[in-house]
């Protein structure tokens, strides 16, 4: 195959073979780091320059409903690449701005030395549209005239395209359209969706074509110029207006009210370690940009880039983490999952009636059904989550208009756990892919090889995952009390005795003596995989273990098969799939670690619960933009390094977002019971980095409290410092 090197004016860059671009080690292009916006269905994957470039992963780009509209955009300041200085997105995710200056520029017998132009680029996405405005400023001397080139392209590629799938057949690329200001790059797919990207340039370009635009400007010493690009999305099956972007500072002010009316719903948090704060903005701020509102309400999307659309597991997950926070989110939730439940059988789809949907998809590859993603519900686990939530949100809220509203989507999730989720009748809820391109294997961790026997073989299914036991447990626990205070008391003692023999005859059927812990999961002879995974770790969320085995996976989860520094490996160092660098079998993911420590605080295990709490906040120090990614490596902490990267994890993603939330939440013991107005801490703890929590804002019902955590060398002491309302405050020590 032929290759060339593609030279800039003032070094050799970047490799090209055939049509992929190679990155030379000592360019400064060879740092991958990216950026990231989202508004709604749009969202952008950025260099650190503000460039897309089809580089590193080959994630980079604008994508709307599943499909890539912008791959490539890239300025030049006379032909050469500007001189990076910084770069930062604002603390609320709403704007990416970067600072540039130029090279030493030879023009016409004169000479521009190197950074005499400051040149700021800033980005935002709002709705279906990028938004950038270029402000450059002359510090030199005299007045110079200087061309900013602008390099584009739209490939129109699908998501799982871009993630490494190939495909047999594309639609048609047709002609792009030129006027004066504008190019509409255009796709007909092979599902008859006209897709559009538009980019319009202001002021009017010196010379613009398909491929680029040149616009050229005097600059006057110390006055600065403007340059403003929109570029917006559109698909032929949307009712809106297109094109339909607004000026730059009315889609800015647009994007900074939506964001401070969203943070509204949330109560406020600040404690006396300024690191920690960073930690809790930013997860909160990246929530934030993640909740994208449904016809149904809000639903937090699960992740940036590969994830960025409605997942049951992901959303219900993040929820839980953040219910005490934000109830209405729980709300929206469960009302997205409720009218997206399988009525009926697809086999391709692994749908059955009752199960909650797995993911959702757009794209054309998903409309065309070359995955089965369009609605898919290969998930083991979301509908039983499904059902905690619900239970969860009633004691948060009191909404009992709404828990009547949604209990006909209850009932239906009831009868497929008994009915289609005990595949074979044991008593255990398993699953088994039907569908011919779905999931292997559908708990949360659904990669192919990450449910293994003792010898790393495969099992044969149907396969009942031991922490899908204790979900089931504690969902027809709570749900019992719903069925209580709906009226329905057969119902509400049916499911306490189904929870009782099913805690016993887990407990039976999945202790391991020889490991001190439950098995992974028992595969379709009913033989226990008997492999240590974090797994069981979540079997002390659900208050399914009993309190002496609880303790004994508590102290081997903090051993050093499991415990990095950082947080609980999914896999232990001495079983024979573990590779710290995996996706499932030996990395470090957040949510699983907080949703461990939250489990341990409820056995009374708070040391360890609090030594975890401490790992992944010194390990978000580390992490760019203070953003826990999806996962990281389970590579043991070493002296003063940081944790190591997992390549191509989502950042943001919810549920890692999510984690501070939950780990304050159980740390501090806090309970909100909205039937009884109670808000109780009982037993709070707070890591030795705290030293003070101070909670804005905590709604019950229509009412308001504000309190104040103080740690001390004993305990916690707990100050009600404003209330608004009948809320009771109770601390149990």
Not at 220 to 247: A, N, T
Not at 335 to 356: H, M, R, T, V, Y
Not at 452 to 473: R, W
């Amino acid at each position: 195959m032929e290759s060339k090197i593609i030279g800039l004016k003032n070094g050799k860059d970047f490799i090209q073979i055939g049509d992929t671009y190679y990155v030379r080690v000592c360019s400064p292009f060879a740092d991958d780091r990216t950026r990231v916006l989202k508004h709604k269905e749009t969202f952008g994957v950025f260099d650190r320059r503000g460039d897309i470039q089809p580089l590193g992963l080959g994630d980079q780009g604008l994508y709307y409903r599943g499909t890539r509209h912008l791959n490539e955009s890239v300025l030049f300041i006379e032909k050469s690449y500007p001189l990076f200085l910084s770069s930062t997105i604002r603390e609320d995710n709403a704007m990416f701005t970067i600072d540039l200056s130029n090279p030493e520029i030879e023009k016409e017998g004169k000479i521009i030395r190197q950074q005499t132009l400051l040149i700021t680029r800033s980005k935002f996405i709002w709705e279906s549209c990028l938004y950038e405005e270029i402000c450059i400023c002359n510090y030199g001397e005299v007045p110079v005239q200087v061309i900013l080139l602008f390099k584009f392209n739209a490939d129109f590629v699908d998501l799982f395209e871009v993630r490494g799938t190939k495909r047999k057949k594309r639609g048609e690329l047709l002609n792009p359209v030129l006027t004066e200001q504008s190019v509409l790059f255009q796709y007909l797919g092979l599902d008859n969706i006209l897709r559009q990207t538009l980019l319009f340039f202001d002021p009017k370009p010196l010379n613009l074509c398909t491929t680029s635009a040149a616009v050229s400007l005097e600059l006057i010493p110390r006055k600065e110029k403007l340059i403003h690009l929109s570029v917006e999305c559109f698909q032929s099956h949307e009712k809106r207006v297109f094109p339909s972007f607004l000026s730059y500072k009315e889609a800015s002010n647009k994007s900074i009210e939506a964001y401070k009316e969203s943070e509204k719903k949330w109560c406020k948090i600040w404690t006396s370690n300024s690191q920690f704060n960073g930690w809790i903005n930013r997860s909160l701020s990246d929530l934030l940009m993640l909740i994208t509102e449904t016809p149904q309400g809000p639903f937090p999307y699960a992740g940036v880039p590969w994830f960025c659309t409605p997942f049951g597991r992901d959303g219900l997950i993040t929820t839980l983490e953040c219910l005490w926070l934000a109830p209405e989110l729980g709300k929206g939730v469960l009302s997205f999952l409720a009218a997206n439940q399988a009525k009926d059988f697809d086999i391709e789809a692994d749908a059955e009636p009752g199960k909650i949907l797995h993911e959702t998809r757009e794209g054309e590859m998903a409309n065309l059904g070359e995955i089965p993603f369009r609605k898919y519900y290969g998930s083991i686990d979301a509908t039983c989550l499904f059902l905690l939530l619900a239970a969860e949100y009633y004691q948060r809220t009191a909404d009992r208009k709404f828990i009547e509203e949604l209990w006909p989507s209850i009932e239906l999730a009831l009868l497929w756990i008994d009915r289609y989720g005990d595949v074979d009748g044991d008593g255990f809820v398993e699953y088994r892919r039907r569908s011919s391109r779905g999931l292997t294997n559908q708990g949360w961790k659904d990669s192919f090889d990450s449910v293994f026997q003792k010898d790393g073989s495969f099992p044969v299914g149907p396969i009942a995952l031991c922490e899908v036991q204790g979900f089931v447990f504690a969902a027809k626990k709570k749900i019992a009390y719903l069925a209580s205070v709906l009226g329905q008391i057969s119902l509400h003692d049916r499911l306490l005795k189904e929870a009782e023999i099913l805690k016993e005859k887990f407990e039976k059927e999945f202790w391991v003596e020889e490991l001190s812990s439950y098995a992974l999961a028992l595969d379709g002879r009913k033989e226990k995989c008997k492999v240590l995974a974090s797994n069981a770790g979540l079997c002390l969320y659900s208050g399914i273990a009993k309190q002496d085995k609880a303790e004994l996976i508590g102290k081997l989860l903090m051993s050093d098969k499991f415990f990095t520094g950082w947080g609980i490996r999914t896999v232990a160092s001495t079983e024979i799939r573990y590779n710290p660098i995996s996706y499932h079998n030996g990395s470090v993911w957040p949510f699983d670690t907080a949703f461990i420590a939250a489990g341990m605080m409820s056995y009374g295990m708070k040391e360890m619960a609090i030594k975890l709490f401490k790992g992944l906040f010194e390990a978000s120090l580390f992490f760019d933009l203070q953003r826990l990614p999806e996962l990281f490596g389970g590579i043991a902490k070493r002296g003063q390094e940081g944790p190591t990267l997992y390549p191509v994890a989502c950042a943001p993603h919810a549920w890692s977002s999510g984690a501070v939330f939950l780990l304050l939440q159980s740390a501090i013991g806090l309970k909100i019971d909205a039937t009884k107005n109670l808000v109780i801490f009982e037993q709070p703890r707070l890591p030795d980095f705290l030293e003070k929590v101070i909670i804005q804002d905590l709604r019950v019902g229509n009412w308001r409290i504000d309190v104040e955590l103080s740690r001390y060398p004993h305990n916690v002491g707990v100050r009600l410092l404003k209330k608004e309302g009948e809320v009771k405050l109770i601390v149990i020590d």
